[in-house]
C-alpha cells in the first residue's frame, strides 16, 4: 500500500483550491500504466516526481496537460475538471517542458514562433503571432542566455538548446502550474546546474506557479521542491513531504535496488549500497 504523509493547507494561501487534484485516474494502452492515482498540489507547493523506467511518469503528465486521455478518473485544475470545462482554457494556466513536445513541434517552425505559442498553448501555429508576443519571446530568449536563436528553425536545435526554448516557451503563459518533464535532458553539466539555478530563483519569486518536476536524479532535487510523488509499477508508492518521503527505504523500493540517500547543502544524493 502506498504511504500516505499528509500536510495541512497554507492557511495563508490566497488559493485555498487546490492548484491540482488528479483523482483514481487509470490509463490503458492494451495493458494498464497507470493504477488508480490519487494526487493534490497545494497552493504554495511544489513537486518531484520520482520512479524507474515505465512506472508512468510521461503518462501522467500527458495526462494532466491533455495530451492524452484517461480510461477512468478525473483531473482538476484550480477547480476546473476536465470534461466540465472547456480544457483549451484550463491548459493555458499549465506551462510544460517535456520532451514529447520536440516531438509535436514542427521542424520548420521559427523559434520565436514556438516560443510565442505558449500563451494560448497551442502548437505549430498557423497564422504569424503579432509583434508584441514577438518583441516578449525575444526578450525571454536573451533571458535564458540565448538570443542567437531567435532567427533558427526548431528542427536543426540541440537537445540543450531545444529544452530552453522549451522553458521560454513555459514562461509565455500566465500558468498557476509550471511542469517540467525531465527538463535537464541532454544538458551538460554546467548547463544543467545553471538550469537548476534558474528554476530555484523562479519559484522563490512573489506569485510564483506550483512546480512539478518530472525526474530520475535525485541529485535534481532543489531545496524549492516540497513535497515528492514516488510511482512504481503505475501505482503510488510514496507522497508527501520531501523530508518524510525522500529516504533509502522508500527509493530503494521505487528503483528495487539497495540505494543510501544522503543530504549535503539541501542538495540530495544517491548511491548503491
Partial sequence: MASRISSAPRPDSPHPLPVLRVSGIEFRRGRPILKGIDWTVGAGENWCILGSNGCGKSSLINIIT????????????????????????????????????????????????????????????????????????????????????????????????????????????????????????GLDPVAREQFLNWMQALVSKPNAPSLVMVTHHVEEILPCITHVLMLREGKVLAVG?????????????????????????????????
Fill in 241 to 273: 513531504e520531501k523530508r518524510q518521503v525522500l529516504t533509502s527505504t522508500t527509493l530503494g523500493a521505487v528503483y528495487g535496488a539497495p540505494v543510501k540517500v544522503t543530504r549535503q547543502k539541501d542538495r540530495y544524493y544517491l548511491r548503491l549500497e
Fill in 66 to 185: 491533455g495530451y492524452d486521455s484517461a480510461t477512468s478518473g478525473s483531473i482538476e485544475i484550480d477547480g476546473a475538471r476536465f470534461g466540465d470545462d472547456d480544457w483549451r482554457e484550463v491548459r493555458k494556466r499549465v506551462g510544460i517542458v517535456a520532451s514529447t513536445l520536440t516531438t509535436l513541434l514542427e521542424s520548420g517552425e521559427q523559434v520565436l514562433e514556438v516560443i510565442a505559442s505558449g500563451r494560448d498553448a497551442k502548437l505549430n501555429l498557423w497564422e504569424v503571432p503579432g509583434e508584441a508576443l514577438i518583441k516578449e519571446a525575444r526578450a525571454l530568449l536573451k533571458r535564458m542566455g540565448c538570443g542567437y536563436l531567435a532567427g533558427c528553425l526548431w528542427g536543426p536545435l540541440s537537445q540543450g538548446e531545444k529544452q530552453k526554448v522549451l522553458i521560454c516557451r513555459a514562461l509565455m503563459s500566465q500558468f498557476r502550474v509550471l511542469i517540467l518533464d525531465e527538463p535537464c535532458a
